[in-house]
């Protein structure tokens, strides 16, 4: 027998006649996403020292869209029930998918990438991470996350929409790419040209491009790439596809679960 497929006529912007403290979760919980990213992007342009050259950064885009994007889910949840915000909702929760996958990527990176190797170095910075970066990288992502997954809306994402994901790293790679051969820094208070923004981008290190030494040769302390940067770069693009793909299914089962609620609804309510 084939699978049926999955079609939703009335999108309803978030789910406040399903449960009222659901609701208000949802809310408090977009709430907190703003403030704590507002708060780190304050601090992080205004008093740290790289100031807006972290806007080149794949944290700061990948949360700044996440911002962005709740704000505007934010506004919705609280107008729901107008045409207007049930025209939007397909549009939005691409987009609120999209994000998902990216700070997704950004927590992961960090708490298994980066974090890891800067302990490993013995770098004192590594154990002693400054307030808006753990926020950027350990906070306001699975916040996020959360917020689409749980508090998704009745609307189907298909295969296509993991391409929009995949097309904002691919662009993100090519700018750095563009930036590391125009001498572009993405820190102008390191002494030496810090033309890449993480370890593994570094196309000069002895790895090089498709280089791969897992008995480490070169310098730990300034050349940590085992691999060449084009397997880190199809290591990426894999996980974005990878979380694309787990994102959606869930977001789509939590839409057969909301679907299966509002038919129960509606046949108690004509009963």
């Not at 919705?76 to 025209?87: A, C, D, R, Y």
Request: hydrophobic share 50%.
């Amino acid at each position: 027998m084939k699978k049926k497929k999955l079609k939703v006529k009335n999108n309803s912007f978030d789910i406040r006649f399903l449960n009222l403290k659901w609701y208000i979760t949802s809310v408090i919980l977009k709430i907190l996403i703003v403030n704590f990213a507002m708060s780190a992007f304050i601090i992080g342009c205004f008093f740290d020292d790289n100031q807006y050259h972290q806007l080149m950064f794949f944290t700061e885009q990948s949360n700044f869209l996440a911002l962005i994007v709740t704000i505007i889910s934010l506004f919705l949840v609280v107008n729901e029930g107008t045409n207007s915000v049930k025209k939007f909702t397909p549009a939005l929760e691409k987009a609120r998918f999209t994000v998902a996958i990216l700070v997704s990527i950004t927590c992961l990176i960090f708490i298994c990438i980066l974090m890891p190797v800067g302990l490993i170095e013995n770098d004192p910075g590594a154990g002693n991470f400054k307030w808006d970066e753990i926020i950027l990288h350990a906070v306001v992502p699975p916040l996020v996350v959360i917020d689409v997954l749980i508090f998704n809306n009745n609307f189907v994402i298909t295969k296509k929409d993991i391409l929009i994901s995949i097309s904002f790293m691919t662009f993100y790679l090519g700018f750095i790419i563009f930036a590391f051969y125009t001498n572009l820094s993405f820190n102008p208070n390191y002494p030496e040209l810090h033309n890449y923004p993480y370890f593994f981008m570094n196309f000069n290190s002895h790895t090089g491009w498709f280089g791969i030494d897992f008995h480490f040769e070169g310098n730990v302390s300034h050349d940590k790439n085992a691999i060449g940067s084009f397997y880190w770069i199809l290591f990426l693009l894999a996980l974005v596809l990878s979380l694309g793909f787990a994102w959606r299914h869930i977001m789509n089962r939590q839409t057969v679960k909301h679907l299966k609620i509002i038919r129960r609804m509606n046949k108690n309510i004509q009963h």
